[in-house]
């Protein structure tokens, strides 16, 4: 089955310490995002990517970093820098779907992560 | 910034009622769309309407677009206990072309049986 695979569902991270939450996708989308989502609130835009070895700062990049070496795969480290990291993290792919720019979206099923 | 606002925040109706949820947004548009979130879960798209297209249908769904008040509605006819969610609308700017979403805040759609 095609589809986009967050792991892990849940992760603790200690004050201080980076982690890399993991994003693969098998339905050959050629780019890539990476959304924050707090408690009752909409989903902020922290990276995305339109192709391998390329990509762009969202809204609140700060704090944050991501790869992209190939097309499956975009990784998220949330560093020491970020002061507030405790949020639900959500992965997405996207393909056009017509002649124009509309863009058809999967997203994965989130990360929940929880400084400790 | 979060370009599409919802409202209500919640809204609260009994199994077999109508559900509708407003969304405004303030830049122009290539295209809208709604998505559900269920608790703890990932989005899931439930329909896409473009700027040059005024409503359209999915099954229970109906969805409208004024691109000169700048808003769409969702309206979810003969509700039922399932269909309890957030829903988003998430808009594809037309300075972006393409490359990125827009979330609002969300309704969250609670139905009671």
């Known amino acids: 089955d095609g589809g986009i695979t967050q792991s892990p569902k849940y992760l603790f991270r200690k004050e201080g310490q980076n982690v890399t939450l993991s994003c693969e996708q098998n339905l050959n989308h050629d780019a890539m995002y990476w959304y924050r989502q707090d408690p009752g609130q909409g989903l902020r835009l922290i990276y995305y990517s339109q192709i391998v070895n390329d990509f762009q700062k969202g809204d609140i990049a700060e704090g944050y970093s991501v790869s992209r070496e190939k097309k499956e795969s975009f990784p998220l480290t949330v560093t020491s820098a970020q002061k507030n990291p405790t949020a639900f993290y959500l992965c997405a792919s996207s393909v056009f779907i017509g002649t124009d720019y509309a863009r058809g979206y999967t997203f994965g099923s989130g990360t929940r992560l929880t400084v400790v | 910034s979060q370009q599409g606002e919802e409202d209500p925040q919640a809204l609260s109706i009994q199994e077999g009622e109508n559900a509708t949820m407003n969304c405004s947004y303030k830049?122009?548009?290539?295209?809208l769309q709604w998505y559900r979130q269920n608790s703890g879960r990932g989005l899931v798209h439930l329909i896409l309407i473009r700027s040059n297209e005024r409503e359209k249908h999915s099954g229970r769904l109906r969805v409208t677009l004024d691109t000169s008040k700048k808003s769409s509605s969702l309206l979810i006819t003969a509700s039922r206990a399932a269909d309890t969610a957030s829903y988003f609308c998430?808009?594809?700017?037309?300075?972006?072309?393409?490359?990125?979403?827009?979330f609002g805040e969300g309704t969250q759609l609670t139905v009671n049986p």
């Open positions: 830049t122009s548009i290539n295209n």
């Open positions: 998430a808009t594809d700017s037309a300075e972006t072309s393409g490359s990125r979403l827009t």
